[in-house]
Protein backbone atom coordinates (compact mmCIF):
# COMPACT_ATOMS: atom_id res chain seq x y z
CA UNK A 1 0.00 0.00 0.00
CA UNK A 2 1.39 3.72 -0.84
CA UNK A 3 2.80 5.29 2.42
CA UNK A 4 0.94 8.31 1.87
CA UNK A 5 -2.64 6.11 1.50
CA UNK A 6 -2.09 4.51 4.83
CA UNK A 7 -0.94 7.32 7.31
CA UNK A 8 -4.65 8.74 5.74
CA UNK A 9 -6.03 5.52 6.43
CA UNK A 10 -5.04 4.73 9.93
CA UNK A 11 -7.33 6.22 12.38
CA UNK A 12 -8.67 5.48 15.97
CA UNK A 13 -11.33 3.20 15.57
CA UNK A 14 -13.93 3.03 18.24
CA UNK A 15 -16.06 0.85 16.72
CA UNK A 16 -15.70 -2.68 16.08
CA UNK A 17 -17.21 -5.79 14.86
CA UNK A 18 -17.45 -7.53 18.18
CA UNK A 19 -17.84 -11.36 16.87
CA UNK A 20 -15.32 -11.08 14.58
CA UNK A 21 -11.48 -11.76 15.92
CA UNK A 22 -8.28 -10.88 13.62
CA UNK A 23 -6.26 -14.22 14.02
CA UNK A 24 -3.21 -14.29 15.73
CA UNK A 25 -0.90 -14.72 12.82
CA UNK A 26 -2.08 -11.08 11.90
CA UNK A 27 -1.89 -9.86 15.41
CA UNK A 28 1.52 -10.76 15.73
CA UNK A 29 2.67 -9.20 12.48
CA UNK A 30 1.89 -5.83 13.94
CA UNK A 31 4.07 -7.00 16.66
CA UNK A 32 6.69 -7.24 14.49
CA UNK A 33 6.55 -3.91 12.94
CA UNK A 34 6.39 -2.69 16.69
CA UNK A 35 9.50 -4.82 17.55
CA UNK A 36 10.99 -3.08 14.31
CA UNK A 37 10.37 0.69 16.09
CA UNK A 38 13.55 2.70 16.76
CA UNK A 39 14.68 3.00 20.25
CA UNK A 40 17.39 5.10 21.69
CA UNK A 41 20.68 3.20 22.09
CA UNK A 42 18.92 -0.09 20.53
CA UNK A 43 17.38 -0.22 24.21
CA UNK A 44 13.95 -1.39 23.00
CA UNK A 45 12.20 -0.98 26.22
CA UNK A 46 9.09 -2.93 25.24
CA UNK A 47 7.18 -5.74 25.53
CA UNK A 48 3.46 -6.89 24.97
CA UNK A 49 0.57 -8.17 26.24
CA UNK A 50 -2.09 -9.41 24.20
CA UNK A 51 -5.21 -10.23 25.47
CA UNK A 52 -7.74 -11.66 23.48
CA UNK A 53 -9.59 -13.87 25.88
CA UNK A 54 -12.99 -12.42 26.02
CA UNK A 55 -13.47 -12.63 29.57
CA UNK A 56 -9.84 -11.00 30.23
CA UNK A 57 -11.17 -8.35 27.64
CA UNK A 58 -13.44 -7.39 29.42
CA UNK A 59 -11.85 -6.90 32.73
CA UNK A 60 -9.00 -5.00 31.26
CA UNK A 61 -11.26 -2.48 28.88
CA UNK A 62 -13.63 -1.63 32.40
CA UNK A 63 -10.10 -0.90 33.77
CA UNK A 64 -9.58 1.87 31.21
CA UNK A 65 -12.44 3.67 32.25
CA UNK A 66 -13.01 6.57 34.72
CA UNK A 67 -16.21 5.57 36.98
CA UNK A 68 -17.67 9.13 35.74
CA UNK A 69 -17.42 9.75 32.18
CA UNK A 70 -17.28 7.58 28.81
CA UNK A 71 -13.50 7.68 28.07
CA UNK A 72 -12.52 4.72 26.85
CA UNK A 73 -15.73 2.87 27.08
CA UNK A 74 -16.07 1.18 23.47
CA UNK A 75 -13.03 -0.65 24.75
CA UNK A 76 -15.10 -3.15 25.72
CA UNK A 77 -16.12 -3.79 21.97
CA UNK A 78 -12.70 -4.80 21.06
CA UNK A 79 -11.74 -8.41 20.37
CA UNK A 80 -8.49 -7.66 21.58
CA UNK A 81 -6.39 -5.35 23.58
CA UNK A 82 -2.72 -5.15 23.41
CA UNK A 83 -0.93 -4.25 26.62
CA UNK A 84 2.39 -2.75 26.31
CA UNK A 85 4.90 -3.69 29.54
CA UNK A 86 7.60 -0.66 29.46
CA UNK A 87 11.17 -3.25 30.49
CA UNK A 88 13.94 -1.85 31.56
CA UNK A 89 16.48 -0.45 29.40
CA UNK A 90 19.69 -0.56 28.68
CA UNK A 91 22.39 1.55 30.46
CA UNK A 92 23.33 4.06 27.75
CA UNK A 93 19.33 5.34 26.80
CA UNK A 94 19.19 5.19 30.64
CA UNK A 95 22.38 7.80 31.00
CA UNK A 96 20.83 9.80 28.27
CA UNK A 97 17.23 10.02 29.72
CA UNK A 98 19.00 11.26 32.69
CA UNK A 99 21.61 14.05 30.99
CA UNK A 100 18.42 15.22 28.62
CA UNK A 101 15.56 15.49 31.20
CA UNK A 102 13.22 13.10 28.99
CA UNK A 103 12.05 9.99 29.23
CA UNK A 104 13.07 7.93 26.06
CA UNK A 105 11.19 4.74 27.23
CA UNK A 106 7.92 6.47 26.78
CA UNK A 107 9.46 8.20 23.61
CA UNK A 108 10.33 5.28 22.14
CA UNK A 109 7.14 3.33 23.27
CA UNK A 110 4.72 5.46 21.71
CA UNK A 111 7.09 5.20 18.42
CA UNK A 112 6.32 1.50 18.48
CA UNK A 113 2.92 1.51 19.08
CA UNK A 114 2.41 3.89 16.45
CA UNK A 115 4.42 1.35 13.84
CA UNK A 116 2.08 -1.36 15.36
CA UNK A 117 -0.88 0.69 14.33
CA UNK A 118 -0.34 1.57 10.32
CA UNK A 119 0.73 -2.01 10.22
CA UNK A 120 -2.68 -2.89 11.27
CA UNK A 121 -4.42 -0.07 9.28
CA UNK A 122 -2.53 -2.15 5.92
CA UNK A 123 -3.90 -5.58 6.89
CA UNK A 124 -7.37 -3.75 7.52
CA UNK A 125 -7.77 -3.75 11.21
CA UNK A 126 -8.54 -0.97 13.14
CA UNK A 127 -6.75 0.32 16.48
CA UNK A 128 -7.06 3.30 18.84
CA UNK A 129 -4.38 4.38 21.30
CA UNK A 130 -5.21 4.40 25.23
CA UNK A 131 -3.27 6.33 27.72
CA UNK A 132 -6.33 6.57 30.41
CA UNK A 133 -6.43 3.33 31.97
CA UNK A 134 -5.88 2.14 35.69
CA UNK A 135 -2.50 1.06 35.78
CA UNK A 136 -2.62 -1.00 39.21
CA UNK A 137 -5.75 -2.86 38.78
CA UNK A 138 -4.41 -3.69 34.74
CA UNK A 139 -0.69 -5.16 36.31
CA UNK A 140 -2.84 -7.64 38.91
CA UNK A 141 -4.57 -8.63 36.22
CA UNK A 142 -1.90 -9.67 34.12
CA UNK A 143 0.51 -10.78 36.46
CA UNK A 144 2.58 -7.79 35.81
CA UNK A 145 5.36 -7.16 38.01
CA UNK A 146 5.27 -3.97 40.03
CA UNK A 147 8.75 -3.33 38.93
CA UNK A 148 7.17 -2.51 35.32
CA UNK A 149 5.27 0.09 34.46
CA UNK A 150 2.62 -0.14 31.52
CA UNK A 151 3.37 2.13 28.35
CA UNK A 152 0.21 2.67 26.36
CA UNK A 153 -3.00 0.08 25.56
CA UNK A 154 -4.16 -0.24 22.30
CA UNK A 155 -7.56 -1.74 20.95
CA UNK A 156 -7.55 -4.12 18.02
CA UNK A 157 -9.89 -5.66 15.57
CA UNK A 158 -11.82 -4.91 12.70
CA UNK A 159 -13.84 -1.61 11.97
CA UNK A 160 -17.57 -1.98 12.23
CA UNK A 161 -19.08 -1.42 8.67
CA UNK A 162 -15.87 -2.21 7.39
CA UNK A 163 -12.54 0.07 6.89
CA UNK A 164 -12.86 3.70 5.76
CA UNK A 165 -10.86 6.93 5.19
CA UNK A 166 -12.39 9.51 7.21
CA UNK A 167 -11.59 12.99 7.04
CA UNK A 168 -8.85 14.37 9.92
CA UNK A 169 -8.76 17.64 11.45
CA UNK A 170 -4.92 18.39 11.83
CA UNK A 171 -3.77 21.66 11.93
CA UNK A 172 -2.67 23.50 8.87
CA UNK A 173 1.01 22.97 7.51
CA UNK A 174 1.99 27.19 7.66
CA UNK A 175 0.63 26.94 11.60
CA UNK A 176 3.61 23.91 12.41
CA UNK A 177 6.14 24.26 10.23
CA UNK A 178 9.11 26.41 10.66
CA UNK A 179 12.46 27.01 8.88
CA UNK A 180 15.48 27.34 10.87
CA UNK A 181 14.04 29.35 13.66
CA UNK A 182 10.36 29.02 15.37
CA UNK A 183 7.67 31.76 15.58
CA UNK A 184 4.92 32.66 17.31
CA UNK A 185 2.10 33.03 15.84
CA UNK A 186 -0.15 36.09 15.72
CA UNK A 187 -2.79 34.14 17.87
CA UNK A 188 -0.33 32.09 19.58
CA UNK A 189 -3.28 31.86 22.30
CA UNK A 190 -5.09 29.50 19.04
CA UNK A 191 -6.91 26.72 20.31
CA UNK A 192 -7.32 23.68 18.36
CA UNK A 193 -9.80 21.44 18.32
CA UNK A 194 -8.49 17.61 17.12
CA UNK A 195 -11.12 15.46 18.25
CA UNK A 196 -12.68 12.67 16.30
CA UNK A 197 -9.86 11.65 14.12
Sequence with gaps: MDFELLVKLRKSVRKYEVDKKPDRA???KCLEAARMAP???NSQPWS???VDDEELVQLVAKE???LVGKINSFAKTAPVIIVQVIDKTNIQASIGSKMTDRDFNYIDSGLSMGYLCLQAAELGLGTCIMGYFHEDKIKKLLDIPKSRRIG???TLG???GGQTESAKKRKQPEDM???NRYMLREDENKRFDFQGE
Design 64 to 66: CTP
Design 26 to 28: LIE
Design 48 to 50: FII
Design 177 to 179: IFY
Design 39 to 41: SAC
Design 158 to 160: YEK
Design 152 to 154: LLC
